[in-house]
């Protein structure tokens, strides 16, 4: 069975600045989908960020980029530009292309903004 | 817009009590997915459904059954409520080729 593990259950940073969010996995397989997910408080759970892992290059979605690092089955969140309304819990998750369409979560990184 | 919404966002109900927690999405999704998620543990898969009337058992499923008698709809029953069960329940349907849209989650208290 796949594991997901953010190592990081909370970060701070200065509003406008960089920060990275980390998060490893454990597969054996070699075809599958990552995520980041975004939950803000009290509002429901959104897709920020996905990425294949049959390819090379890292996906972007304006100020959030990964670093997908597949033989360290690493997969970094880079948020770029930090704003206040990016506070939020945020989720890495799994999809295995062999195992139907569940998901695998991480515990989670709560993000905190500050002005 | 893909919408989940689901029948309540607080609850609280007492031990042994049989609870109903209903979702319904509106895209004419196959697939959809019951998590409950604590501190520290993230989302944990305790039923999906991939069309009406069928089902899968997660990673939790001890405690708990699904119903999907319409497309649409998918609930997650807890027979008889324990402690334990006090979680945020959050319910998601499955768009193509690889988003999971998910609900507002509903708070469960047991006391």
């Known amino acids: 069975a796949q594991t997901v593990t953010q190592s990081q259950p909370e970060m701070s940073v200065q509003e406008a600045e960089t920060v990275t969010l980390s998060c490893t996995y454990d597969?054996?397989?070699?075809?599958?989908?990552l995520f980041w997910y975004k939950q803000p408080p009290s509002r429901q759970m959104i897709l920020v960020i996905r990425?294949?892992?049959?390819?090379?290059q890292n996906a972007t979605e304006n100020r959030f980029s990964v670093n997908f690092q597949k033989a360290a089955k690493s997969f970094s969140l880079k948020i770029s530009d930090s704003q206040l309304g990016d506070a939020a819990m945020y989720f890495c998750?799994?999809?295995?292309?062999?195992?139907?369409?569940?998901?695998?979560f991480g515990g989670g990184t709560r993000l905190m903004v500050k002005p | 817009d893909v919408k989940v919404t689901q029948s309540s966002r607080y609850l609280v109900k007492r031990t042994g009590e049989k609870v109903f927690l209903e979702c319904v999405q509106d895209?004419?999704?196959?697939?959809m997915f019951w998590y409950r998620q604590d501190p520290g543990l993230g989302l944990r898969l305790i039923y999906f459904?991939?069309?009406?009337?069928?089902?899968e058992k997660g990673d939790i499923p001890e405690g708990y059954s699904v119903s999907r008698e319409k497309k649409e709809r998918f609930s997650l029953i807890l027979e008889s409520a324990s402690t334990n069960q006090t979680s945020m329940y959050l319910c998601?349907?499955?768009?193509?080729?690889?988003?999971?849209?998910f609900g507002p989650g509903t708070r469960l208290t047991v006391t």
């Open positions: 998750a799994y999809r295995s292309l062999n195992a139907g369409n569940m998901l695998t």
């Open positions: 990425q294949e892992a049959y390819k090379q």
């Open positions: 597969t054996s397989e070699s075809d599958y989908y």
């Open positions: 895209m004419d999704h196959e697939n």
């Open positions: 998601a349907s499955l768009g193509q080729p690889y988003e999971q849209y």
């Open positions: 459904s991939y069309d009406v009337k069928m089902k």
